[in-house]
């Protein structure tokens, strides 16, 4: 499916009437989602050709961060037709029409060749389980979903200098969730899902902001609980090329070793936006991030979250302070962005924020209001206009009837002046 025709995706699982959307119908909910979705300099800020895509000597070992909108390299035309053929013989052989449902998008077939380093068979496979995993994983959010939203085992809180979101998971969360709540993986998978799909339909900008930073705070896991976390890493990588880097925290000991072994099995790309933070460097991760989005136990200056009933989701946002002040962005003119949006140039954004539409309608409105007041005075001239001669017109009549010598009224030249005054 074009990725040029939906500006914005929305996914089956966002459905208002089984209950999916929750949050936006309680108010003070609503109030935390709407702080939480892009503001409108982050829909005027355009990503510069590094944060899009690294080119490398051979262009199958190019990585792209931004998919969505954005022309494609030869290199990866000629992998998409490859891969389409390739699909359709798979259609064929298997006497089927439709493989992919009408909510996936061309952008996202992109993802998986390059996380599967363009191998058709594998990318089938995956696109394949994604798919399942996600139209069969529709579900109501119940209280024991909405728990684990809140409980702290994965949230966002604020975004990097690039606007990105920062993801936090707590990995001992799960281990309390299952050994002492009784939850299974099912359901935190269900969870996982739910909150990856909002960050994807709400939070980030199709386009502009594709990718999210990933801490992941291994405190108190112990060796045998680590299979758990390869779990989570596996259920989260379902949402292929986002993680721009993955800091990893409180490693140590034998869970050290352990952790290393899981994350080597990573390899290629994947493996190097991995970042083990010591826990005396933690401002490692302000290279990318401000210590204002930072909680106190990540070596900022936020304060540390707590969990609780409606306490992490929708996300918190700590602070509106997201650039670094030596750092120019491009973040285009109001005025801009809105001849980029209608012109088309020099290019289109693929999504527009609802904010300038709404704007932009209110100055339409503006407009029309003031063009129909204008014609109403016009109208109200030439009404009196009509008047003036129906009354000349009456007045000649009578006079013609009694055979009298008539002379015309005079004319008040002033209304003909207020009735052309509004013409040029």
């Known amino acids: 499916m074009s990725n040029t025709k ?14 999916y959307s929750y949050y936006l119908y309680e108010p003070e909910l609503k109030k935390r989602h709407l ?8 829909y005027r800020y355009f990503p510069n050709e590094s944060d899009i895509i690294v080119k490398k ?8 961060f931004i998919f969505c909108g954005m022309p494609k390299t030869e290199f990866e035309e000629e992998k998409l037709r490859e891969f389409n053929k390739f699909l359709e013989e798979k259609m064929k052989k298997k006497n089927i029409d439709v493989f992919l449902p009408d909510w996936w998008i061309e952008s996202d077939t992109m993802r998986y060749l390059q996380a599967s380093n363009y191998d058709y068979k594998k990318v089938y496979e995956l696109i394949k389980e994604n798919i399942k995993n996600t139209e069969e994983g529709i579900r109501i959010i119940d209280k024991r979903i909405r728990y684990i939203l809140n409980s702290g085992l994965i949230y966002m809180h604020g975004r990097d200098c690039h606007f990105r979101p920062i993801l936090v998971v707590e990995a001992e969360k799960a281990n309390e969730l299952m050994d002492k709540l009784g939850y299974t993986f099912d359901e935190i998978s269900q969870a996982l899902l739910f909150f990856m799909n909002y960050i994807v339909n709400y939070i980030l900008i199709p386009g502009q902001i594709e990718n999210w930073f990933l801490i992941c705070d291994l405190k108190d896991v112990g060796i045998k609980k680590l299979p758990l976390f390869k779990n989570i890493l596996s259920a989260l990588s379902k949402f292929r090329c986002r993680v721009i880097k993955n800091y990893i925290l409180n490693l140590t000991g034998f869970v050290r070793v352990a952790a290393s072994g899981i994350l080597s099995m990573l390899g290629g790309q994947s493996a190097k936006k991995i970042v083990i933070v010591e826990s005396d460097n933690f401002q490692i991760m302000q290279e990318f991030i401000l210590k204002e989005n930072l909680q106190i136990k990540h070596g900022g200056t936020s304060p540390d979250l707590i969990p609780g009933e409606n306490n992490l989701f929708p996300p918190v946002v700590p602070t509106d302070l997201y650039k670094k002040p030596d750092e120019i962005l491009n973040i285009v003119t109001p005025e801009e962005y809105k001849n980029m949006c209608l012109n088309s140039k020099p290019f289109k954004p693929y999504s527009i924020c609802e904010t300038y539409i709404k704007q932009w309608q209110k100055e339409k409105e503006e407009e029309e209001m003031k063009l129909k007041k204008k014609n109403s005075e016009i109208n109200e001239d030439f009404g009196d206009l009509i008047i003036e001669f129906e009354k000349a017109m009456n007045f000649t009549r009578i006079n013609n009837n009694k055979y009298k010598k008539y002379e015309p009224k005079p004319f008040d030249n002033n209304i003909i002046k207020n009735f052309f005054k509004g013409y040029k």
């Open 35 to 42: 702080k939480a979705i892009p503001t409108e300099e982050m």
């Open 57 to 64: 000597d051979n262009p199958k070992d190019n990585y792209r």
């Open 6 to 19: 939906k500006v914005l995706r929305r996914h089956p699982t966002f459905n208002p009437d089984r209950n």
